[in-house]
């Protein structure tokens, strides 16, 4: 049970590696917090520095108000699950889950109920007499995390838990761990992830990591219908959005961009006269696009490839002169697509305005 706050926190390696900083983050007591963003932007690094795994070499870490900087890992009341299970293989699992409160000295009744209390909540009373080469990759996950429930922590943090795990355990896992959440509300969790499936799921909020500092920090539909810079929107959604260049030729509560495709665009988000001509990149998901007639719409091409996934068909444009790659996504199955001309268009408040990366929105 605690709140964090991180400000201006930066990390620095060898005194001129700067891989991390100014992170200002307040984290309120019973959020799941997700870190998201490309392999290298230090989202693995800045939770070992909650953790107390890495120096902090700027800034301040606070918790529940009390400055934590220098205070040892096993001091700050908190736990940590790993991307690797890092069990003990000559130890049952009641013995993994019980090893830290044994080191503690606590009372065997109180161990044997925070065992029993952990492996009840995490389904795992059939095996707590296995040894770990007994378990699925799975059960295996959960023995981690129930070896740090039962610490009673006031912070968990998770890094990248399920990645070794295959598709289906991995769906299976983390719906259990969104229902470990619901049965531990109060509890503070900070989970790193690359996958945006675990991210949109779990989190209370994403914050998005990116040349070193924040680039955006919200809940999960925020920064998927509002991103405040091209790169968040690229990075959040699967297929990313599709980014067309254009200028703007009529303004107001509704803005016209007439596109380099020859297309036209209209979106909701407002500007005025002075923005006349601005330059700027439509962003349109996938999923937004329909198809039209080619005078109302905002990109017309020939489909150069399809994904036929059956709830969906993507269809892969070729790359026009100075345009990125389009994707478009379309319910239902459509078989004869590749090969055809086809216009697509959005609506309004589906397409979003990006000028110098930034979005018109959050000017």
Known sequence: MANLKLTDVEKTYGGTVNVLKDINLDIRQGELIVFVGPSGCGKSTLLR??????????????IDGQVVNDVPPAQRGIAMVF???????????????AFALKLAKKPAAEIEASVARAAKMLQLEPYLDRLPKALSGGQRQR????????????????????????AALRVATRIEIAQLKEQMPDRTMIYVTHDQVEAMTLASRIVVLADKGIAQVGAPL???????????????????????????????????????????????????????????NVGIRPEDFVTAEPGQAAFTGT?????????????????????????????????????????????????????????????
Do not use: C, W
């Open 49 to 62: 520095m909650i953790a107390g795994l890495e120096k902090i070499t700027g800034g301040r870490l606070e």
């Open 83 to 97: 991307q690797s299970y890092a069990l003990y293989p000559h130890m049952t699992v009641r013995e993994n889950m």
């Open 143 to 166: 023995v981690a995390i129930g070896r740090s429930i039962v610490r009673e922590p006031k912070v968990f943090l998770f890094d990248e838990p399920l990645s070794n795990l295959d």
């Open 222 to 280: 925020e920064l998927y219908e509002k991103p405040k810079s091209e790169f968040v929107a690229r990075f959040i959604g699967s297929p990313a959005m599709n980014l067309l260049p254009g200028k703007v030729t009529a303004t107001g509560a509704q803005t016209t961009v007439a596109l380099e495709g020859g297309g036209t665009a209209v979106s909701d988000y407002p500007t005025t006269d002075a923005d006349s001509g601005l330059a700027v």
């Open 303 to 363: 489909v150069a490839f399809t994904e036929a996934l059956g709830e969906v068909t993507l269809l892969y444009f070729g790359k026009a002169a100075g345009q990125e790659a389009v994707i478009g996504k379309l319910p239902g199955i459509h078989r004869d697509m590749r090969g055809r001309q086809v216009s697509l268009r959005a609506a309004p408040g589906k397409v979003h305005l990006f000028h110098e990366g930034r979005s018109l929105l959050y000017r």
